[in-house]
């Protein structure tokens, strides 16, 4: 039963689907666990020491980078192309590519960042950060924000057609929920949900760590 509720979770949240992603799910937390280990609560206590929240209760990070020999428009034209290849979904897409004022909006989407499986309710976590960059002769400032967590919930009403054989055959009663950064762990101490508020928090640092390497590496 919980294999075939974790099965659920997975298609609600897109990953079973076929689609070219920015960054899959896989890759980061393979770079986090690298990275980081797997102890989420610790890891997690780690960052948010030094992260702090923004009057939104959004988490943003910021970094420049030099290419040095590279004007504005060669800068543009090189990252433009590669937002266009790899932000090319209705999930991951550009919002914005203004060659005169140098700037490049994108959204990317990352799902199933973290999960939890079992009790009276199953949740699915998923992030949708906001990318610009600002591009100068030989500069780019890069800016992602991750505004907060987008939560895909199975209640447990569910719980009768997943006692069944044939679950697959009753339509899921789902929930859509957005959870501000404000109300986690480790931003909020009391949180019910600790263990995925933690992944969450680490798996978003991956995120945007592999992005910003993939974007200088493309630069």
């Known amino acids: 039963m919980r294999r075939n509720l974790l099965l659920l979770l997975l298609w ?4 079973l689907a ?22 989420w609560k610790d890891v997690a206590l780690y960052l948010g020491e030094k992260d702090t929240l923004d009057k939104d209760n959004a988490l943003t990070f910021e970094k420049t980078i030099s290419v040095r020999g590279k004007s504005k ?8 192309y590669w937002f266009l290849k790899t932000f090319s979904n ?7 590519a203004d060659k005169e004022l140098g700037v490049i909006m994108a959204k990317g989407y990352l799902p199933g960042i973290a999960y939890h499986s079992g009790g009276c309710s199953s949740y699915c976590v998923n992030i949708r950060p906001l990318v610009r960059c600002d591009i100068k002769d030989e500069q780019v400032k890069l800016t992602i924000v991750v505004p907060n967590y987008e939560v895909t919930k199975v209640d ?12 697959d055959k009753h339509p ?18 009391k949180d019910g949900t600790k263990k995925t508020s933690s992944k969450a928090l680490v798996m978003s640092h991956g995120y945007v760590e592999v992005l910003m390497n993939r974007i200088q590496m493309a630069l």
Do not use: H
């Not at 609600?12 to 990953?15: D, I, K, N, Q």
């Not at 428009?73 to 433009?80: P, S």
């Not at 209705?90 to 914005?96: D, F, L, T």
């Not at 899921?172 to 101490?189: D, G, H, M, Q, R």
């Open 12 to 15: 609600l949240a897109g990953l």
């Open 18 to 39: 076929v689609d070219a992603q920015t960054l899959s799910r896989k890759e980061v937390e393979t770079y986090v666990i690298n990275q980081y280990g797997k102890r």
């Open 73 to 80: 428009n060669e800068l543009f034209v090189d990252l433009n």
């Open 90 to 96: 209705a999930s991951s897409s550009i919002e914005m």
């Open 156 to 167: 447990d009403g569910i719980w009768s057609a997943m006692l069944d054989e044939d679950f």
């Open 172 to 189: 899921p009663y789902t929930v859509n929920e957005t959870w501000s950064l404000n109300v986690c762990f480790p931003f909020a101490k």
